[in-house]
């Protein structure tokens, strides 16, 4: 297992090289092909970063840490010259005009990117089942689901393609394929890192976050990618913190909120002891369990697939055959135009989220659901907010159980959405959340999710190491 640290540490001391790094890097990506977790690989561009990177370190003119290290970025994200495809054959042919702030200041520290990764058609979906270019595979186990939307960046870091990967979390979308493929996800405070350049799916919840092998190497990445942006009025006007700062400041005297709900039926009694050891050994090492509660998060949900759909629906209108998306072949008026180039361009499950969100939007019902859910929303936010006024973090369960068997969403769409039930409220409420592993169940790792106050990522990372170091 190669962490950022670990290579960081290689390229200074001259053990290795940039170029050795990304052809290793080149050579794992073909040789875990039939993982599917890889969209477009950037082999020339990315050697010839590498080369620049060698030169640099050569010169002793290094630009960072990360100066030569390979990484990999979600197939949502915007890159400069490259095909960048939102994993749906709707921009299967689209070449990115610009780069997307948080893979530009990726990019400026000399960080070098492989690839882009395979993800759920326009990041609808928990399964990375959707993707027009097929699904991804478990790397830990094959009959199972890798999590989505951002499962190709989970899959690039569990395989050790890559030491880290930048996704995108809209509901759980980095968290939840964390979990399900062993490795540590970040999902930052909403505004925390800059949208420009990712292509949206529901822009009030979209959130861009880093994948890692260790709790510092997120750190790390979010160092770099954080920060104001003058293309995205939502980032916050924050400085940059040292994220990794109080790593090992250890969770003694923290209050750690058990929220009494999420503990409740429905979770898997594996999982539930897993956590729960966890939890037992975080009291032993001087942390404070206080269970909390969050009357409403029992709508989360409901609420979350509203307006998510809703703003899925009016953002996605943009591709309509006309301008730089694909168009029917055998449209014969403007009507033809629209109509088979989005049925044809768009998969089932993009379909179905577009339709429900017109639907809610629509003037007959937009009172009755999106209205309500956007109500609900800042129920939830307070529920959070009163319960954050007795403790530090609070933790839960990353998923209701083990990965979903492969075609389990296909089938039965409900279960795929309800895999997010423990992840959408944070994104409804703008929070903080990691995900890593804390103990095993049925074979497979088993994830604990710690939700941090707003812009509290330097204490919320300090929880996340202590519970690193404990699991070990």
Same mark, same amino acid.
């Given at each position: 297992?190669?962490?950022?640290?670990?290579?960081?540490?290689?390229?200074?001391?001259?053990?290795?090289?940039?170029?050795?790094?990304?052809?290793?890097?080149?050579?794992?990506?073909? %040789?875990?092909?039939?993982?599917?977790?890889?969209?477009?690989?950037?082999?020339?561009?990315?050697?010839?970063?590498?080369?620049?990177?060698?030169?640099?370190?050569?010169?002793?003119?290094?630009?960072?840490?990360?100066?030569?290290?390979?990484?990999?970025? !979600?197939?949502?994200?915007?890159?400069?010259?490259?095909?960048?495809?939102?994993?749906?054959?709707?921009?299967?042919?689209?070449?990115?005009?610009?780069?997307?702030?948080?893979? %530009?200041?990726?990019?400026?520290?000399?960080?070098?990117?492989?690839?882009?990764?395979?993800?759920?058609?326009?990041?609808?979906?928990?399964?990375?089942?959707?993707? *027009? *270019?097929?699904?991804?595979?478990?790397?830990? %186990?094959?009959?199972?689901?890798?999590?989505?939307?951002?499962?190709?960046?989970?899959?690039?870091?569990? /395989?050790?393609?890559?030491?880290?990967?930048? @996704?995108?979390?809209? @509901?759980?979308?980095?968290?939840?394929?964390?979990?399900?493929? @062993?490795?540590?996800?970040?999902?930052?405070?909403?505004?925390?890192?800059?949208?420009?350049?990712?292509?949206?799916?529901?822009?009030?919840?979209?959130?861009?976050?880093?994948?890692?092998?260790?709790?510092?190497?997120?750190?790390?990445?979010?160092?770099?990618?954080?920060?104001?942006?003058?293309?995205?009025?939502?980032?916050?006007?924050?400085?940059?913190?040292?994220?990794?700062? !109080?790593?090992?400041?250890?969770?003694?005297?923290?209050?750690?909120?058990?929220?009494?709900?999420?503990?409740?039926?429905?979770?898997?009694?594996?999982?539930?002891?897993?956590?729960?050891?966890?939890?037992?050994?975080?009291? !032993?090492?001087?942390?404070?369990?206080?269970?909390?509660?969050?009357?409403?998060?029992?709508?989360?949900? /409901?609420?979350?697939?509203?307006?998510?759909?809703?703003?899925?629906?009016?953002?996605?209108?943009?591709?309509?055959?006309?301008?730089?998306?694909?168009?029917?072949?055998?449209?014969?008026?403007?009507?033809?135009?629209?109509?088979? /180039?989005?049925?044809?361009?768009?998969?089932?499950?993009?379909?179905?989220?577009?339709?429900?969100?017109?639907?809610?939007?629509?003037?007959?019902?937009?009172?009755?659901?999106?209205?309500?859910?956007?109500?609900?929303?800042?129920?939830?936010?307070?529920?959070?907010?009163?319960?954050?006024?007795?403790?530090?973090?609070?933790?839960?369960?990353?998923?209701?159980?083990?990965?979903?068997?492969?075609?389990?969403?296909?089938?039965?769409?409900?279960?795929?959405?309800?895999?997010?039930?423990?992840?959408?409220?944070?994104?409804?409420?703008?929070?903080?959340?990691?995900?890593?592993?804390?103990?095993?169940?049925?074979?497979?790792?088993?994830?604990?999710?710690?939700?941090?106050?707003?812009?509290?990522?330097?204490?919320?990372?300090?929880?996340?190491?202590?519970?690193?170091?404990?699991?070990?």
């Amino acid at each position: 297992m190669s962490t950022l640290k670990s290579l960081a540490k290689q390229l200074e001391s001259g053990e290795v090289t940039s170029r050795k790094l990304v052809e290793q890097s080149l050579s794992k990506i073909e %040789e875990t092909k039939k993982l599917n977790a890889f969209i477009t690989v950037l082999g020339e561009r990315a050697l010839a970063r590498a080369d620049e990177a060698d030169k640099r370190r050569a010169e002793g003119k290094s630009i960072g840490a990360l100066d030569g290290v390979p990484v990999a970025i !979600k197939d949502n994200l915007c890159l400069t010259g490259t095909r960048t495809t939102a994993g749906s054959q709707m921009l299967s042919k689209f070449e990115a005009p610009y780069t997307a702030t948080a893979v %530009e200041k990726l990019e400026a520290t000399g960080a070098v990117v492989v690839g882009k990764t395979n993800m759920d058609e326009f990041a609808m979906g928990s399964s990375n089942e959707t993707s *027009f *270019f097929g699904p991804v595979e478990n790397p830990l %186990e094959g009959t199972r689901i890798p999590g989505g939307s951002s499962g190709g960046s989970a899959v690039a870091v569990a /395989s050790d393609v890559v030491a880290a990967a930048l @996704g995108s979390d809209t @509901g759980g979308s980095i968290r939840q394929p964390a979990a399900c493929c @062993g490795v540590v996800g970040l999902k930052p405070t909403y505004g925390r890192v800059s949208r420009y350049g990712l292509i949206a799916y529901a822009s009030s919840l979209d959130q861009i976050g880093p994948f890692g092998h260790t709790v510092e190497d997120c750190a790390t990445l979010l160092e770099v990618i954080c920060g104001q942006d003058i293309h995205d009025n939502t980032t916050s006007a924050r400085p940059t913190e040292n994220f990794a700062a !109080k790593l090992d400041a250890g969770i003694a005297g923290k209050t750690i909120g058990v929220p009494k709900e999420y503990f409740a039926a429905g979770l898997d009694a594996e999982c539930k002891a897993a956590i729960e050891a966890c939890l037992s050994k975080l009291e !032993k090492e001087g942390a404070k369990l206080k269970e909390v509660s969050l009357p409403n998060i029992g709508h989360a949900v /409901s609420s979350y697939y509203i307006i998510a759909t809703a703003e899925a629906s009016s953002n996605l209108s943009r591709f309509d055959g006309v301008r730089y998306s694909y168009r029917s072949a055998d449209a014969h008026n403007l009507f033809d135009l629209y109509a088979k /180039s989005r049925s044809e361009g768009f998969g089932k499950e993009v379909q179905r989220r577009i339709l429900l969100g017109s639907y809610v939007l629509s003037s007959g019902f937009y009172d009755a659901y999106y209205v309500q859910a956007q109500k609900v929303r800042r129920l939830i936010t307070d529920d959070f907010n009163k319960a954050f006024e007795s403790c530090d973090v609070i933790a839960s369960p990353t998923m209701p159980g083990l990965p979903l068997l492969r075609g389990v969403g296909e089938t039965d769409p409900m279960a795929m959405y309800l895999s997010d039930i423990y992840t959408v409220s944070l994104n409804l409420a703008g929070l903080p959340g990691i995900t890593l592993p804390c103990g095993m169940a049925g074979g497979m790792p088993v994830g604990l999710q710690l939700i941090g106050k707003p812009f509290a990522e330097t204490d919320l990372l300090s929880a996340a190491a202590a519970v690193e170091a404990i699991s070990k």
